[in-house]
């Protein structure tokens, strides 16, 4: 299956060319392009592309911030800013930016980025798990979080737990062999769980420190966390990885 992309540009020659250096690379097909932020809420929920090429200044209108609202949809989408504008650099990389390339565009640096979005996807695998909602809360003494259904109740050993992740206002807390959702907020739950077990890698994500098989750079500033046993991910940011050095090396 291609990996989907959608163009956020309001120069028609360039969405033109970004158009087909991503076309003509296998694995990507372009799903959707638009002018301006609106349409390009819409466009990404319409299409749920993995990728977004996105320019900073959009037919007056800042691209960042629109990169921030897909972001709070699905926090996995690879944002890749293409743009004139090198002073926004920082700014966009405190979004977890996948990449930032710089107009007039060299070609072999846009196939080049390409390939690692290719080669990231690829080494991810999707997974289904049974799930179970509503509300969450810890038990002290017994080192468990309680999720409770309409109809039952979940009791999860906090050391069992791999990762909790926040999406499209659900929060999911995965294990080797299941997957939780709950209505619970990420502040909520980090603030019950021992913090020399589990870490806030990501405004997204907390994991478990001691589960982690290995941490690979994603995007310049941003890596990605493998986890023992296990195909689901998290994002971790540059500080958060500069923590973990000092914690262990």
């Known amino acids: 299956m291609s990996i989907k992309v959608i163009l956020v540009e309001d120069e028609i020659n360039i969405r033109k060319i970004l158009s087909k250096v991503i076309e003509r690379t296998p694995g990507f097909e372009v799903v959707?392009?638009?002018?301006?932020?609106?349409?390009?809420?819409?466009?990404?929920?319409?299409?749920?592309?993995?990728?977004?090429?996105?320019?900073?200044?959009?037919?007056?209108?800042?691209?960042?911030?629109?990169?921030?609202?897909?972001?709070?949809?699905?926090?996995?989408?690879?944002?890749?800013?293409?743009?004139?504008?090198?002073?926004?650099?920082?700014?966009?990389?405190?979004?977890?930016?996948?990449?930032?390339?710089?107009?007039?565009?060299?070609i072999e640096r846009i196939e080049q980025t390409l390939e690692r979005v290719k080669s990231i996807s690829e080494e991810r695998k999707s997974t289904d798990h049974e799930s179970i909602d509503k509300i969450i809360k810890y038990e002290c003494g017994l080192d468990k979080l309680i999720v409770k259904g309409k109809e039952s109740i979940s009791f999860i050993d906090a050391k069992d737990i791999i990762l909790i992740q926040r999406e499209n206002n659900?929060?999911?807390?995965?294990?080797?062999?299941?997957?939780?959702?709950?209505?619970?907020?990420?502040?909520?739950?980090?603030?019950?769980?021992?913090?020399?077990?589990?870490m806030r890698s990501h405004k997204s994500y907390i994991i478990n420190i001691s589960q982690i098989k290995k941490i690979e750079p994603y995007g310049r500033w941003t890596f990605v966390v493998l986890f023992k046993d296990c195909d689901v991910t998290a994002l971790m940011t540059k500080e958060k990885y500069e923590e973990i050095k000092r914690k262990f090396l």
Do not use: R, W
């Open 170 to 198: 659900t929060t999911m807390i995965y294990t080797k062999q299941d997957l939780y959702k709950t209505s619970a907020g990420l502040g909520d739950i980090e603030s019950k769980l021992d913090e020399n077990q589990f």
């Open 32 to 106: 959707g392009e638009c002018d301006n932020i609106n349409d390009a809420i819409a466009v990404f929920n319409e299409t749920a592309p993995e990728v977004v090429f996105m320019d900073i200044e959009i037919n007056g209108c800042n691209g960042i911030d629109c990169a921030k609202m897909i972001l709070d949809l699905q926090p996995n989408t690879k944002i890749i800013f293409a743009t004139a504008h090198s002073e926004y650099m920082s700014n966009a990389f405190e979004l977890y930016a996948f990449d930032y390339l710089i107009k007039p565009f060299n």
